[in-house]
């Protein structure tokens, strides 16, 4: 299993420098007001999947272009930088990238680096200058070892949104059913996952079915099958205990269908697991009890991978520990991240609860004056 070690990121949307470099640890909590800078952290993320996949400028556009993604503008801000350390099985690796604005409102690289630390630092150049899309594909597939392994690793770094439910998801709606070589980011092929898992791994799909029980206690199965007038697609069915009505995922609430999503996310074998998981407040919908499920799967599944997540909610906060949780701040123009520190709290969390503290504002990241 990979782990992002420490992240810096600079000149990306509301994050000026993050200084020192934020380290990160098996289950990382990111609390902060609206505004703050919480969802630019990890939209950073969604970049840096597009850009291993050289689909950087395709994203950089259908973002608003490069001003829009720069700290205030490209004027202030003319360069974004990140630095991002790896663990992995074979060493210790740290990926840099340094873009630069071009016209018309694209990025540029200024230097795109590989650092391999395994016997002693040595510095591998994947590209220097000029060119639009990321050159660690190319060194890969040339039979570099250490840039197959960091590509590997940003390529397993995954967002996930659960957040469109709509009558018009993908989540809702019939999908082709051999899209199952990943979860998709928006769940759209729930479905799929949960076929293949019910016909390979039946004891993921029940360990999968048993928990969702937990959470929707009148619920029985899911139905899975290609659909009988077009047997390439699969619909997201279920059933009650004692019923054979069929239902269909229209009948399924925001927040139930949300926490099958997340219960398949941190469920599926160790082999489908994303190296790094990274979710945009999972609480959203989810009743109390449900939120107590989710986060004990985050702890579970935190043995096998890594997690990122954000959260406006104090239910969900109380189920970490201190030095779990981050605190984004927005101060003097741009954000700042602050791990908790344990013994600095010893003496209020005597008293009060994590979420509790928060609430008071003793943690930091309250409203926004």
């Known amino acids: 299993m990979a782990r992002l070690q420490s992240i810096r990121i600079a000149g990306w949307k509301s994050i000026q420098d993050i200084v020192p470099k934020l380290e990160l640890g098996s289950i990382n909590v990111l609390i902060g007001a609206n505004g703050s800078g919480k969802s630019n952290f990890v939209s950073f993320f969604k970049l840096m999947n597009e850009l291993v996949n050289e689909r950087l400028q395709t994203y950089i556009g259908q973002s608003g272009g490069a001003d829009s993604v720069s700290h205030y503008g490209s004027k202030i801000t ?7 350390e790896f663990e992995t099985e074979t060493g210790l690796y740290l990926y840099t990238i340094h873009l630069a604005h071009a016209a018309p409102g694209s990025l540029l690289f200024v230097e795109e680096r590989l650092v391999p630390v395994v016997s002693g630092p040595k510095t591998i150049k994947i590209g220097i200058g000029g ?58 092929n729930l479905a799929a996952m949960l076929y293949l898992y019910q016909q390979t791994k039946p004891t993921i799909y029940r360990r999968i079915v ?40 229209h009948q399924l609430s925001d927040g139930t269908l949300r926490a099958m999503a997340l219960i398949t996310l941190f469920l599926q074998p160790e082999e489908d697991l994303p ?13 109390p009890h449900a939120i107590e499920i989710i986060t004990g799967l985050i702890r579970a599944a935190s043995l096998k991978t890594q997690v990122i997540l954000t959260t406006q909610s104090m239910t969900f906060l109380d189920h970490f520990e ?35 503290l928060w609430e008071k504002n003793v943690l930091g990241g309250g409203p926004l004056a």
Not at 331 to 355: I, M, N, T
């Open 78 to 84: 003319p360069h974004i930088e990140a630095e991002l």
């Open 210 to 249: 048993s928990t969702v029980r937990q959470i929707m206690p009148m619920f029985d199965d899911f139905v899975l099958e290609p659909q009988r007038l077009n047997s390439k697609n699969i619909l997201l069915n279920w059933k009650q205990t004692d019923s054979e009505y069929l239902f269909g995922p």
């Open 275 to 287: 190296d790094v998981i990274i979710l945009d407040e999972p609480e959203l919908g989810l009743h």
């Open 322 to 356: 201190p030095e779990e949780i981050i605190v984004v701040d927005f101060e003097w123009g741009h954000s700042v991240f602050r791990r908790l520190v344990p013994e600095e709290l010893k003496d209020w969390l005597e008293d009060y609860s994590v979420g509790e």
């Open 131 to 188: 060119h639009r899309e990321s050159h660690l594909r190319e060194w890969a597939d040339q039979g570099d070892q250490n840039a197959q392994e960091v590509r590997s690793v940003l390529e397993r770094c995954r967002v996930f949104h659960f957040h469109d439910t709509s009558t018009t998801a993908k989540i809702r709606s019939s999908g082709y059913i051999e899209a199952n070589h990943y979860l998709y980011s928006d769940g759209g």
